[in-house]
């Protein structure tokens, strides 16, 4: 029985694999595996719940690629230091942006995985052409308390994925060009870790016929 590493490659795309072919997992997977069905849930309003689900998933793992070395025991660091790259170009400080990063991963990542739920402070709606809005506290004299504690997220499912996606398109090209290195190195040295690909290959049981 054939067995399919991503979407469009058998378990013989890793047969001595070369840099490409490691890129072409990666970015079948991704874009397959992940923004695909996120892109058929935009259709419906119910399905945004399940959009942002598969979205948050996307930052702790990326970041794994780029540094090359594994988020165990840096969880929140990594979703939180790739949130920054993806949005770093928002009209938001990076200190807020930051701020941003450590409610999402509480009220929407965890929220997700430990409770099947978003957390109180995050919500979904249309948005005009922003990919999040920030509730923030006023001062006495009605300005903005841009260092107050971020009171709500709103996050448009549409633009915030259109941000992600560049992010790993971008992410893509630095890695198909070969003067980059160190991200190739990473890469590399993650994706050998994390998909085992150099050992014995996948053992998949079935019945007789």
Not at 182 to 208: C, D, H, L, M, S
Request: hydrophobic share 35%; aromatic share 14%.
């Amino acid at each position: 029985m054939e067995t399919f590493i991503s979407p469009n490659y058998s378990q013989d795309k890793f047969d001595n694999p070369t840099m490409d072919d490691l890129i072409d997992v990666l970015k079948d997977r991704v874009l397959n595996w992940l923004f695909e069905p996120a892109k058929k849930l935009l259709d419906e309003k119910d399905g945004w719940f399940g959009v942002l689900c598969l979205l948050l998933t996307y930052f702790e793992g990326i970041w794994s690629y780029v540094t090359g070395v594994d988020s165990k025991g840096n969880s929140k660091k990594y979703f939180k230091d790739a949130f920054l790259d993806v949005f770093g170009q928002s009209s938001y400080s990076v200190d807020v942006l930051s701020r941003v990063a450590e409610l999402l991963y509480e009220d929407g990542r965890c929220g997700f995985f430990h409770d099947g739920m978003l957390r109180g402070r995050v919500f979904m709606a249309e948005l005009d052409k922003h990919d999040m809005l920030i509730t923030l506290p006023k001062k006495q004299d009605g300005s903005v308390d841009v260092n107050g504690e971020i009171r709500s997220i709103i996050i448009d499912p549409r633009y915030f994925m259109a941000a992600i996606e560049r992010h790993f398109f971008d992410y893509l090209l630095c890695l198909r060009n070969p003067q980059q290195t160190v991200k190739r190195e990473n890469f590399q040295r993650i994706a050998k870790e994390k998909w085992g690909y150099e050992g014995p290959g996948t053992v998949i049981g079935r019945n007789k016929d």
